[in-house]
Structures are given as C-alpha cells and as structure tokens.
C-alpha cells in the first residue's frame, strides 16, 4: 500500500459520512472493533497485513476490541485460527495500536473524560463513553473507526452536531428491575423500538449499579442503532437536556417479550453440555469479585463457567488470588478473547448466561441455543455444595 494514496482513501471514506460538505473535527482517541479472524476472515487479515506494511501511523492513542483466542489456552482451538489472529493483531500493532484487546477500553487502556472527542467502534464501548461518562463519539464502524484514527479527526455528523444528541424518545419504566439480566433486556426493548433514534430513560425504581447500567446498554446496543441513551440521574447534563415530548411506558410484560426471543429452557446438565458465559462486555475487577464473592459457599460448579475479561483485569484479579480461587471452583477465566470463543460452538452447547449481549450474539452467529439468568440465579441452581 502507498502511504499518500492509503490516506486519500481513508479521507474519502469520511467524507461519505457527510456528502456535500467536508467539515472535520479533531479526536483525541480512537477504538477499533472488527478485529476477530472469526468476523474479518482471509480478506481482512490481508487488508490489514498491508496497511502494517504501509508505513502510516496512528494519529492518536487507538485501542482494540477483543479477538477470538486466549493466547495462554490456545489447546482447543484450531491452530490456523489461532495464528491468523496473532498475525491481525501483530498488524495493528505496526500501525501503532495498543494491545487493548478489550471491548471496556475505558477502564484501563483508553481512559476517558467528559466531553472528550473520540471515535469509537463497539456498540457497548460507544454507548458507554457517550452516557456514563459524557464523553461523545458516533457509533463508528470498523472503517471509519480505522480512518478516524490514522488522520487524527472524524466527520463532523451525528452526535458531533448541535443537536447530535438530542433526545427523541422518552422511555418511562415502572416495575421493578431485580437484576442484572433485566436491565439488560430494558436495553434491548428499548432498541427494537428506539431504532436510531436517541432516547431518554426515566426508572421509577432505579435500584442497580453501575455495572447492571452497563448491562442496559450493552442490550439496547444490540438492537438499536443509536450512540447513547440519555439515563435520568445518571448521565452527564440530564437535568438540563430538554425532555421529548413522545413517550413510551414499558412494563414487565414488555421485557418478557424480549426473553421470549433470546431466551429458553435449559435441558438437563446431564443430558447435555452446558456452558455458562459470562463477560460481555468484559468483567471488570470489580465483577469478578463480586463473582468470587458469589461463589464462597460452593464447593465446585456442577456445569461449565466461562468468564471473559480483559489482560488488565484479569491481571488485576490474578494479583488479589481470585483467579485461583475461581479455578478450583470450576471457573475458566479468559482473556483477549470475547465470548465469540475459538472453541465454543464446536460441540453445539447450551450456553447459559447473564448477558443479553452474549445471548443475541451466539444465537445469531453461532447458532446456540441460549437461556438467560443472573449470577445470582445460576449459582443457586448450578453451585454444587
């Protein structure tokens, strides 16, 4: 690839964002998704074994998403697959990426602040940045993620614009959210119905954390198209942002219907392999505590349990000896990868997790069946004593 030639293409590739004008803005970040060998394939892998190759550099500092291998249990995976993907990462690494390999940049490797201007690819990333910590960056793609980052700017579009984060919807919820996995299929009815328009969540009975808010939109990022949800109470400026006027009451009935379709009975743990998946978006230090924490009282796990997480935590835990700990329980931590797992489908399992994210995901790509329940709900019913 010639470097001028590569950058004129990159520049044309923002300019398709905006068509009749040619108005930029300045990033002091970039995070690329599309980087699994499992999504790009041969021709990805090619295309960014040339652009290592060019000679261009990024601009600024530029994380990347989680691959499909953990380079430290690599036994169960193809071997072909498990060099191809070394190779994409050795690529972006040339470029000037940091070896992130985490879908939560934010925590550790890419820090953010309010009002920050960035371009980020991954939905739960984006949407993260944008309505927890208020910073402000488009639902990028893995091109114009990529472009972004070698120029140093983005297109001047969508929530870069005055009114790009105007609320549009306001979605008003009156139940009782009780865990995890209802916040995130709040998430997910909010997007089927939000579309790419941006809402505004209002809770009666906002009882969760941070990490169950992390869940909501990582849900409404798998079926919405929007770059972040205005959260009452909870996202930088709610107060003064100006309320929609259109309104939509959820109820429970609402977040059984998404159950309904990401969501079945699990069959017996001995009639089948079962699978419990859980780290998307990645476990953050804190979650995994709160796992171990979960896991005291039992002895050893009567089915799998899969935990994904990034290099920084997982060094974090490994450190504090939870990691250990989980081990002798039945835990297998990983790392780098994401829960679109080298090996995970080879045998058909039955995954169980607490993600709708994950749920959405391996039932459309890999074509498992999933069931939905929360950390609490699977140790009581798999924690072996």
């Given at each position: ?39 790009i394939g041969d021709a990805g892998l090619e295309f960014l074994e040339d652009l290592g190759r060019s000679g261009l550099k990024f601009k600024v500092r530029t994380t990347i998403n989680p691959g499909c291998v953990d380079y430290d249990s690599t036994v169960e ?264 797992y080298c090996s995970l489908k080879k045998d058909g399992a039955h995954v169980i997790t607490n993600s709708v994210k994950a749920a959405y995901y391996l039932r459309g790509s890999f074509r498992l069946k999933t069931t939905l329940k929360s950390l609490k709900e ?8």
């Amino acid at each position: 690839m010639n470097k001028r030639v590569t950058k004129r293409i990159f520049k044309k590739i923002l300019e398709a964002m905006q068509p009749g004008r040619k108005r930029y803005i300045k990033i002091s970040s970039a995070h690329l998704s599309g980087i699994s060998y499992l999504n790009i394939g041969d021709a990805g892998l090619e295309f960014l074994e040339d652009l290592g190759r060019s000679g261009l550099k990024f601009k600024v500092r530029t994380t990347i998403n989680p691959g499909c291998v953990d380079y430290d249990s690599t036994v169960e995976c193809d071997p072909e697959v498990v060099e191809k993907q070394r190779r994409i990462i050795r690529s972006l690494k040339n470029i000037g990426a940091i070896e992130s390999l985490t879908c939560m940049p934010y925590l550790f490797d890419n820090p953010l602040r309010k009002n920050q201007k960035i371009a980020w690819a991954e939905s739960s990333a984006v949407l993260y940045a944008n309505s927890i910590i208020g910073a402000s960056t488009n639902k990028e793609g893995s091109l114009t993620a990529l472009a972004s980052a070698i120029l140093g700017y983005t297109a001047r579009t969508g929530i870069h614009l005055r009114n790009g984060k105007k609320p549009r919807i306001l979605f008003q919820y009156n139940g009782e959210l009780k865990d995890e996995v209802d916040y995130g299929l709040l998430g997910y009815v909010m997007g089927v119905k939000a579309g790419a328009e941006i809402p505004y969540l209002r809770l009666k009975k906002p009882v969760g954390n941070i990490l169950c808010y992390k869940q909501l939109l990582a849900g409404f990022g798998t079926s919405g198209a929007a770059p972040m949800v205005w959260i009452e109470n909870l996202t930088p400026g709610f107060s003064r942002v100006k309320k929609p006027v259109r309104k939509i009451i959820l109820d429970r009935t609402t977040l059984e219907e998404g159950r309904r379709i990401l969501s079945e009975e699990a069959p017996p743990f001995h009639s089948k392999r079962l699978v419990f998946v859980t780290g998307c978006p990645h476990m953050s230090p804190e979650e995994i505590k709160i796992f171990h924490e979960t896991l005291r009282s039992v002895d050893r796990l009567s089915v799998e349990a899969w935990v994904f997480t990034s290099r920084s935590a997982y060094l974090e835990s490994f450190q504090k000896g939870l990691l250990a700990e989980l081990s002798e329980k039945g835990v297998r931590v990983f790392k780098d990868s994401c829960v679109m797992y080298c090996s995970l489908k080879k045998d058909g399992a039955h995954v169980i997790t607490n993600s709708v994210k994950a749920a959405y995901y391996l039932r459309g790509s890999f074509r498992l069946k999933t069931t939905l329940k929360s950390l609490k709900e699977f140790v009581e019913e798999y924690g072996g004593r």
